[in-house]
């Protein structure tokens, strides 16, 4: 059985949020490795510096390497959501890594709304990391003012996931 993209997602979000420099997973002929700080293999697959030629404009049918024009490649940016948030709103956010979850089963019904009434430690929703799953609790009585996350997205640690007022 080989791995699913969803599967090697979160098996690459939870090495993101762990202080590991390198990790290696093998399962069933697919491996995968992580290094941080983009550190490459000393040589290359000739199949990874093809992929990385661009066409060079100076020279009509030929290509060239972003190094060996000089060129420095920069990762893309990235960007984050800001929530308005007034004093009377209490944030809950994310204490993992994970697939974030409303429904407490497929089919049923969320375990807030916009608008329920919720007391301190009602469930809020479901973090699942690795087929483990854990409650997100209310820390305060109040209001759901907002749900920030879509039902069964991927979720980072300290992401904001509800308001309550």
Do not use: W
Request: glycine share 6%.
């Amino acid at each position: 059985m080989a791995l699913s993209f969803k599967e090697v997602a979160e098996i690459l979000a939870i090495i993101d949020s762990s202080q590991c420099e390198e990790v290696i997973v093998e399962v069933e002929g697919t491996r995968i490795v992580a290094r941080r700080g983009g550190s490459t293999p000393a040589n290359p697959a000739p199949s990874a510096l093809a992929s990385r030629e661009t066409p060079n404009p100076s020279e009509p049918g030929t290509t060239r390497t972003p190094e060996a024009a000089g060129e420095t490649q920069t990762p893309p940016l990235v960007t984050s959501t800001r929530i308005a948030v007034d004093d009377t709103q209490t944030l809950v956010r994310s204490p993992m890594v994970g697939t974030f979850y409303r429904c407490p089963a497929p089919g049923e019904d969320p375990f807030v709304e916009v608008g329920t009434r919720v007391e301190k430690g009602a469930p809020l929703c479901l973090i699942e990391v690795m087929k483990l799953y854990t409650t997100i609790e209310s820390p305060s009585d109040g209001i759901i003012a907002a749900v920030h996350v879509e039902d069964s997205k991927l979720i980072e640690f300290d992401q904001v996931l509800f308001a309550i007022k």
